[in-house]
């Protein structure tokens, strides 16, 4: 036996940053947030007076399957899976233009497009931070090695 086997890369052990935390959180968040606007779309698209219900619900069941997205992403996160950083940040891509239009209603919907806005831009800071990317053991562009060589 020329090595010892570790199921943790150096990158990765240690106690998880609290900038990983917290877009774990911010992920969540989102996730939680589209998954009840998807179930409350159900409710009433299957218990209300929808214009047309088929359309209520699917849109309904699309954001339930969206939601998804986020909530993985969070889970990986927190458990310090690498494949999890890429659902987040898209995640937060296409938060961006949803709060854009958020912003550019006249109604309640603005001050949602605010806190839309921030939770992405935030997410995206924590989740594209050098301490964020080494805790998941991303490796930059150049170091595609394998490893230390002995």
Do not use: C, F, H
Request: charged share 15%; no cysteine; aromatic share 2%.
């Amino acid at each position: 036996m020329s090595s010892e086997q570790n199921p943790v890369a150096p990158e990765t052990a240690g106690p998880r940053p609290r900038r990983l935390t917290y877009a774990a959180a911010l992920a969540a968040l989102e996730g939680l947030a589209v998954l009840v606007g998807g179930v409350w779309m159900l409710v009433l698209g299957v218990t209300g007076d929808p214009d047309d219900r088929q359309q209520a619900v699917t849109g309904a069941v699309t954001l339930v399957v969206l939601a998804l997205l986020p909530l993985l992403a969070a889970r990986g996160l927190l458990a310090r899976r690498s494949w999890s950083r890429g659902p987040a940040v898209v995640t937060q891509i296409m938060a961006l233009p949803v709060a854009y239009t958020l912003l550019q209603a006249d109604s309640m919907a603005i001050p949602a497009g605010i806190a839309l806005a921030v939770v992405a831009v935030a997410a995206l800071v924590l989740l594209l931070n050098p301490e964020t990317t080494r805790a998941l053991g991303i490796r930059g562009p150049g170091n595609v090695g394998t490893g230390a060589q002995k």
